[in-house]
């Protein structure tokens, strides 16, 4: 295959569909494992918390609850700044340049959910450990 391949092939509209498509996609990709790891050391860094709400009654769905809803906040959150960021930047391009720039409602209501779903999602493990901590090895635990 020669140069230009790829345009000739695909035609730049379906590259522009499939490089539009990709990067996102590894963006949340690479987003969940960031969440992953900050709700991780959270567990890491709250041992000794866990182990008294256990101690004190909380069950493992509790714990669950707790650490789903930090990482689902944590997400809908950076999504909510993101989507911020990018009616912002629409409306700079538009103002700036001759190109017609503008955010679809419906793209709004697509990104805030796909924020809460990714954060969700990259909060089972470590909420999943949070409540299979034994209470008396999480009291045991020093800060």
């Known amino acids: 295959m020669g140069e230009g391949s790829l345009h000739t092939t695909f035609g730049y509209g379906q590259t522009m569909t499939i490089i539009g498509t990709a ?4 963006s949340l990709i690479v987003g969940g494992m ?17 182990g008294i709400r256990k101690s004190l009654g909380a069950r ?7 650490f789903l809803v930090e990482s689902a906040t944590l997400s809908t959150l ?9 009616i912002a930047a629409a409306k700079i391009i538009s103002m700036k340049t001759p190109l ?22 990259s909060g089972v493990y470590p909420a999943r450990r949070a409540s299979r901590l034994d209470p008396i090895e999480a009291l045991r635990h020093e800060t």
Not at 78 to 86: E, H, R
């Open 34 to 50: 960031v969440i992953m790891n900050i709700m991780l050391v959270s567990v890491a860094e709250r041992t000794h918390e866990i």
């Open 23 to 26: 990067l996102p996609g590894v």
């Open 78 to 86: 950076g999504a909510m700044i993101g989507i911020a960021l990018g």
């Open 60 to 66: 493992r769905r509790d714990i669950l609850r707790q």
């Open 100 to 121: 017609p720039a503008a955010v679809a409602p419906w793209s709004i209501v697509a990104a805030t959910l796909l924020g809460t779903v990714v954060g969700i999602a």
